[in-house]
T-cell receptor, first 111, second 119 residues
Framework: QSVLTQPPSVSGAPGQRVIISCTGS?????????VHWYRHVPGSAPKLLIYAYNRRPSGVSDRFSGSRSGTSASLAITGLQADDEADYYC???????????FGPGTKVTVL | QLQVQESGPGLVKPSETLSLTCSISGGSIRGDHYWGWIRQPPGKGLEWIASINDIGNTYYHPSLESRATISVDTSNNQFSLRLNSVTAADTAVYFCARDLTGSSAFDLWGQGTMITVTS
């Protein structure tokens, strides 16, 4: 069982907004340690979308936004597009395990 | 444009040592960044393995620390990972990446190299 939990899948129609949750605990997200979000299409390199909860690297669309509340974090994708179909991972540090952890990933499907 | 590229053997026998190298081009490994290794077993999620900076400060995933060694070679602008006593569970795509913030926000990734542990 993952220390960080994510829904296995979320879906939405083109143009809609979807939210992916990442639930942790007081030893990671709630400590609080930074949360990062990645987009990964199997067979290619993962892409950093959000770092330190809500900061976007240069070149990342503002359709992606991050937030944190307590022991959970969320990634929102607005204006859903067909090429948003991918696996999305959250990541944080855990001070019990003393290491960086990824969530199990959420598959986003565009209907 | 800064790029990173993994290289590895492709196939490794059980109980042997896996050696991987990440070569950096278009920029220097020296500086404020950490550099890391991440893997993805077939059908599974991402797993951070270890990170290092240009002066050799390291940190490891606790479950791999006993078998993994990450090292840096600034003269050749590369860093490496050795993982000993491999088993089938180590079969994965291995990625190297640059840490943007020092908290494992990896912003620049290689394409990955597939490593299969098989006799």
């Amino acid at each position: 069982q993952s220390v960080l939990t994510q829904p296995p899948s979320v879906s939405g129609a083109p143009g809609q907004r979807v939210i992916i949750s990442c639930t942790g605990s007081l030893s990671n997200i709630g400590a609080p340690y930074d949360v990062h979000w990645y987009r990964h299409v199997p067979g290619s390199a993962p892409k950093l979308l959000i770092y330190a909860y809500n900061r976007r690297p240069s070149g990342v669309s503002d359709r992606f936004s991050g937030s944190r509340s307590g022991t959970s974090a969320s990634l929102a994708i607005t204006g859903l597009q067909a090429d948003d179909e991918a696996d999305y991972y959250c990541q944080s540090y855990d001070n019990t395990l003393t290491g960086y952890l990824f969530g199990p990933g959420t598959k986003v499907t565009v209907l | 444009q800064l790029q990173v590229q993994e290289s590895g053997p492709g196939l490794v026998k059980p109980s042997e040592t896996l050696s991987l190298t990440c070569s950096i081009s278009g920029g220097s490994i020296r500086g404020d960044h950490y550099w890391g290794w991440i893997r993805q077993p077939p059908g599974k999620g991402l797993e951070w393995i270890a990170s290092i900076n240009d002066i050799g400060n390291t940190y490891y995933h606790p479950s791999l620390e006993s078998r993994a060694t990450i090292s840096v070679d600034t003269s050749n602008n590369q860093f490496s990972l050795r993982l000993n006593s491999v088993t089938a569970a180590d079969t994965a795509v291995y990625f190297c990446a640059r840490d943007l913030t020092g908290s494992s926000a990896f912003d620049l990734w290689g394409q990955g190299t597939m490593i299969t542990v098989t006799s």
